[in-house]
Nanobody, 125 residues
Framework: QVHLVESGGGLVQGGGSLRLSCAASGRTFDRYVVGWFRRAPGKEREFVTAISWNGVSTHFADSVKGRFTISRDNAKNSVSLQMNSLGPEDTAVYFC??????????????????WGQGTQVTVSS
């Protein structure tokens, strides 16, 4: 069982940066793939990025590649999402999620069994 809590969202001007954090509880956090998803107003939830249990492998959606980075610190049970060059199209509620299917950095949200409550990111133009 993993409990996830996101933080770091807020309002930022276009071109700016934000860093989101996902804090996890659970002694086996380092066994989980962690992903970030987002849901923009009026749209379906979409995949943003995922990171392997050891932080070695990452996978990004094309829309954020080169702008976003993901990292994790298993000693602190946390995953971070650094978002740079933000644009209005990045406005969304961002969710972190955990999957116990190791080795698969899935973009399918059905793969992830545990979810945080989400944090709002708003980018002004």
């Amino acid at each position: 069982q993993v409990h996830l809590v996101e933080s770091g969202g807020g309002l930022v001007q276009g071109g700016g940066s934000l860093r989101l954090s996902c804090a996890a509880s659970g002694r086996t956090f380092d066994r989980y793939v962690v992903g970030w998803f987002r849901r923009a107003p009026g749209k379906e939830r979409e995949f943003v990025t995922a990171i392997s249990w050891n932080g070695v492998s990452t996978h990004f959606a094309d829309s954020v590649k080169g702008r976003f980075t993901i990292s994790r610190d298993n000693a602190k049970n946390s995953v971070s999402l650094q978002m740079n060059s933000l644009g209005p199209e990045d406005t969304a509620v961002y969710f972190c999620a955990a999957s116990s299917i190791s080795g698969w950095l899935s973009a399918n949200d059905a793969t992830y069994a545990y979810w945080g409550q989400g944090t709002q990111v708003t980018v002004s133009s």
